[in-house]
């Protein structure tokens, strides 16, 4: 069989089975569900979901947030074509303040809050050329940096790096989704499927506790280019699973690259899913085998998943 006929046959085993699917993977996130303050971070150290691939580290009073998206597009929304844009009432709702904001990559589900946390907070935002775009269609590219592949960049006491990755190739693993940069001129026509990818990166992040550093990884999309991989030995994964199915052993190849010794599932919730209703998951992200493959690759590395996200305060 062919790859891509392999992949049309999986993607009907998906559909057919999608149902028992959703089932055993809700039961997969509850068991490896942990606390928000009992899964080993260090002291002071706060790591919260956000849904999708997002995420909020506090450390010492300051916080930086990861591919944040609250303001929802329903899939209705999407289809025709109606505008993606943030929603001040729930990034106010669900968003603490920031210091900072590290764009993975410039997908819907990934960039279009940004640039209303850049606003309400004064926060730099850090990312790549699609990024800086994305906030010049706010009116504030200036508060835009286009990071260099590596660079260790500083907000407080997270150091940060770029890794130069790749977008898990859907459309039977053949093509990145809305790939290149975003070309959109005026935020009337900034529909989801006009917030192409641009450049995509695995972020690792550094905090400098008063013991060891710490260090988490964070890979929104499920592919990568191992030789551009520096960082070994991680503290805490933060692993985008959904589209992993597409990219050649992924799960594998990214942990024999990373060396984590903990894993946090995510982006395995269903994006169009507002927050604060009852959440569904990802087409075929299989949450229940992540588990076993990663034991397949080392049985001593845990995988969880962290709380539901919560309105602040
Ligand atoms: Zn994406």
């Not at 049309?8 to 998906?14: F, Q, R, V």
């Not at 990755?165 to 935020?187: A, D, F, M, R, Y």
């Not at 988490?216 to 985008?240: M, R």
């Amino acid at each position: 069989m062919t790859s891509a006929m392999k992949h049309l046959a999986d993607m009907i085993g998906y559909a057919r089975t999608r149902k028992t699917h959703g089932i055993h993977d809700r039961a997969t996130v509850e068991d490896l569900r942990v606390r928000s303050d009992g899964w080993g971070l260090p002291p002071g150290l706060d790591v919260r979901w956000l849904g999708v691939a997002g995420f909020a580290l506090t450390y010492q009073g300051t916080t930086i947030l990861i591919d944040p998206y609250v303001s929802r597009s329903t899939l209705g929304q999407s289809l025709k074509r109606k505008p993606a844009l943030p929603d001040s009432d729930l990034v106010n709702t669900w968003l603490p303040r920031a210091d900072a904001v590290l764009v993975g990559h410039t997908h819907f589900d990934h960039a279009v809050d940004t640039p209303a946390i850049a606003r309400r907070d004064g926060a730099t935002v850090y990312g790549g050329t699609a990024a800086r775009h994305l906030l010049g269609l706010h009116g504030i590219d200036h508060q835009g940096v286009v990071v260099e592949p590596h660079k260790t960049y500083a907000v407080g006491p997270f150091e940060f790096a770029f890794t130069p990755s790749q977008h898990s190739k859907l459309l039977l693993g053949k093509k990145v989704p809305n790939g290149g940069e975003i070309t959109c001129e005026h935020l009337s026509g900034l529909h989801a499927n006009a917030y192409n990818c641009g450049d995509v990166w695995g972020i690792r992040i550094t905090v400098q506790t008063n013991a060891a550093p710490f260090t988490l990884f964070h890979q929104g999309s499920a592919d990568l280019i191992e030789d551009q991989i520096k960082d070994t030995d991680i503290d805490v994964f933060l692993c985008g699973v959904a589209g992993r199915q597409f990219t050649d052993d992924y799960t594998r190849r990214i942990l024999r690259a990373l060396t984590p010794h903990k894993i946090v599932i995510t982006h395995h919730d269903d994006f169009f899913v507002p927050l604060g209703q009852p959440q569904g998951f990802a087409f075929g992200v299989d949450v229940d085998r992540f588990p076993y493959e990663v034991a397949d690759v080392d049985r001593d590395i845990e995988v969880v998943t962290l709380p539901e996200p919560t309105p602040v305060g």
